[in-house]
């Protein structure tokens, strides 16, 4: 384990077996239809790439940047979209996948964004959920992996100034890494 982490919250195993189970449920629900998969980076990469194999052929992605927090571990409340899709989604079903649902800041944005461009329909993909968080805006997960407690937490993507994201677990950060 990393020096900096706490503690292992969820082992390669647990998410390759959950991340699995989500993308079969998701090819299901989904059969007959090409839904786009929109990544918000950068967080999401490893998650995104292992979602859409456990779903199938059947799928198309882009991406988007939307940033909420700077190098700070809680967030400064603005959403800047930096980066938008290319793809051009008016009358498609639309999955956003994003690495963790904290204050749902981003998402709310990212989800006003994409009603602007005409989807169908936008789902909400998360691997983590932080739960006890209170969100700023009435975005729920419609698809999750795991839900967290309020710890800052590292790895699977997750990272906290860009560092960690190549951690194959999710761990909790020590406190007094992003505090000191
Ligand atoms: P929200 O807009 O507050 O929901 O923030 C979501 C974004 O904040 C995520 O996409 C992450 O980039 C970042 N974030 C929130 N909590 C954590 C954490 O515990 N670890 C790493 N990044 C986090």
Redesign the pocket.
């Known amino acids: 384990m990393h020096n900096d982490v706490e503690r292992i919250l969820f082992s390669e195993e647990q998410i390759k077996e959950a991340v699995t189970s989500l993308g079969k449920r998701i090819a299901e629900d989904y059969k007959g239809r090409r839904p786009v998969f929109i990544g918000?980076l950068k967080?999401s990469f490893i998650f995104m790439s292992d979602l859409v194999r456990a779903v199938g052929a059947d799928s198309e992605l882009d991406f988007m940047i939307a940033k909420?927090?700077g190098n700070a571990a809680v967030?400064s409340g603005t959403?800047n979209i930096i980066k938008d899709i290319d793809a051009d989604i008016s009358g498609r079903d639309v999955i956003v996948v994003?690495?963790?649902?904290?204050?749902?800041?981003?998402?709310a944005a990212v989800k006003v964004h994409l009603a602007d461009k005409k989807a169908a329909s936008v789902k909400i993909c998360t691997l983590l959920d932080?739960v006890t968080a209170v969100k700023?805006a009435d975005v729920k997960a419609d698809y999750k992996c795991f839900d967290v407690g309020n710890?800052?937490?590292?790895g699977y993507g997750?990272?906290?100034a860009e560092k960690y994201r190549g951690l194959p677990y999710i761990g909790v950060l020590r406190r007094e890494i992003y505090e000191r």
């Open positions: 918000i967080g909420s927090y967030s959403v994003e690495d963790i649902l904290d204050t749902a800041r981003t998402l932080k700023a710890e800052f937490v590292v997750l990272d906290y």
